[in-house]
T-cell receptor
Framework: AQSVTQLDSQVPVFEEAPVELRCNYS??????LFWYVQYPNQGLQLLLK??????LVKGINGFEAEFNKSQTSFHLRKPSVHISDTAEYFC???????????FGTGTRLKVLA | EAQVTQNPRYLITVTGKKLTVTCSQN?????MSWYRQDPGLGLRQIYY???????DKGDVPEGYKVSRKEKRNFPLILESPSPNQTSLYFC????????????????FGPGTRLTVL
């Protein structure tokens, strides 16, 4: 069975500083990996996804993530955050042949002025 | 505009009073799903549907019912709500590609905040 772990429940960071949100997954088969963002009082929207190929994936709003198969990780990064990046970020995993996404518990990013 | 809509957005009710949360999508997606979001637990799947008249349980189906009579609609029914069903609920949809749809993007509704007293 698949699982997703987001170890950091909250990450405070100052504006214009870099940030990394960590995601580790567990699966015995090949996976597809996703990062979703949830702004206050809104639904989730896709930031980026890894399907195959290049391990560095670029998404919207300047975010990128790197797939590391040996460490079973898919960490999300941004070199310089803005106040508007304050939101909750969810990592999710899915596998071929299934119809389920497994979501992590979320990381609340708080960007400070 | 492609979207998933949910109604109502906010609902306060009392224990045992049946309620329905509607969900509709205009993208002709085969797959629809309901999640609940609770602090510290992330999103957990309640039910999902792969097409009209095809539904299946997710991870936390107890106390919920669903139906899929039309492709665009997927209502969530709480026959006898209890306080432990107080939560934020999201409907989502995605298309199912030839491969099974595991890598297709899910589109989420804005959420329904339910309080059961």
């Amino acid at each position: 069975a698949q699982s997703v772990t987001q170890l950091d429940s909250q990450v405070p960071v100052f504006e214009e500083a870099p940030v990394e949100l960590r995601c580790n997954y567990s699966s015995s088969v090949s996976v597809y990996l996703f990062w979703y963002v949830q702004y206050p009082n809104q639904g989730l929207q896709l930031l980026l996804k890894y399907l195959s190929g290049s391990t560095l994936v670029k998404g919207i709003n300047g975010f990128e993530a790197e797939f590391n198969k040996s460490q079973t990780s898919f960490h999300l990064r941004k070199p310089s955050v803005h106040i508007s990046d304050t939101a909750e970020y969810f990592c999710a995993v899915s596998t071929s042949g299934t119809y389920k996404y497994i979501f992590g518990t979320g990381t609340r990013l708080k960007v400070l002025a | 505009e492609a979207q998933v809509t949910q109604n109502p957005r906010y609902l306060i009710t009392v224990t045992g009073k049946k309620l329905t949360v509607t969900c509709s999508q205009n993208m002709n997606h085969e797959y629809m799903s309901w999640y609940r979001q609770d602090p510290g637990l992330g999103l957990r799947q309640i039910y999902y549907s792969m097409n009209v008249e095809v539904t299946d349980k997710g991870d936390v189906p107890e106390g919920y019912k669903v139906s899929r009579k039309e492709k665009r609609n997927f209502p969530l029914i709480l026959e006898s709500p209890s306080p432990n069903q107080t939560s934020l609920y999201f409907c989502a949809s995605r298309k199912i590609s030839i491969s099974g749809g595991a890598y297709d993007t899910q589109y989420f509704g804005p959420g329904t905040r339910l309080t059961v007293l």
